[in-house]
């Protein structure tokens, strides 16, 4: 089996960047990653992105290096990054405005709870909150 590899970062997307530019990012990534069989999820909000990369080890490695480069987002952290066990993410999804549906919620809270377990620091936390609010899912 090959080594699996998980990154999770944040950024802020370039100020000329409108919505359309976005939502192609988005939707272009997700067709790579799916194309590539990379997993995990790449959220938009406030000016902000999120993204959680896992897969086969070089294939994330390679898509990192691309992604970090590139000049539609700055001030890029990254929150986390190992060798991972277990993929949590079982495609690549996308989404715009932080409207994540009840499944990728989950997933997203999976991945942070195994990574919490391996001390992610309390000021990440407060990185991650824009993303982490509580949602409502009754509809
Ligand atoms: C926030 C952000 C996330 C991105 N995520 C991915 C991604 O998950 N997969 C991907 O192939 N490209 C992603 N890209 C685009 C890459 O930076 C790069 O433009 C793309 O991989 C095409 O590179 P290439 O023309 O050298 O193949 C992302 C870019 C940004 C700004």
């Given at each position: 089996m090959t080594d699996s590899y998980t990154i999770l970062y944040i950024s802020r997307a370039a100020d000329q960047l409108n919505e359309i530019d976005i939502l192609?990012?988005?939707?272009?990534?997700?067709?790579?990653?799916?194309?590539?069989?990379?997993?995990?999820?790449?959220?938009y909000g406030e000016g902000s992105f999120l993204q959680v990369l896992e897969g086969e080890e070089s294939l994330v490695k390679e898509t990192f290096a691309k992604i970090e480069k590139d000049k539609r987002h700055d001030t890029l952290i990254v929150l986390f990054e190992e060798k991972a066990k277990e993929m949590v993410f079982r495609n690549y999804n996308s989404k715009f405005n932080l409207v994540i549906d009840k499944f990728d919620w989950l997933n997203l809270n999976e991945y942070l709870k195994r990574k919490r377990r391996m001390g992610l620091e309390s000021e990440m936390e407060e990185l991650l909150r824009p993303f982490l609010e509580s949602r409502n899912f009754e509809n």
């Open positions: 192609e990012l988005l939707e272009n990534s997700e067709y790579r990653n799916n194309k590539k069989g990379l997993n995990g999820i790449l959220l």
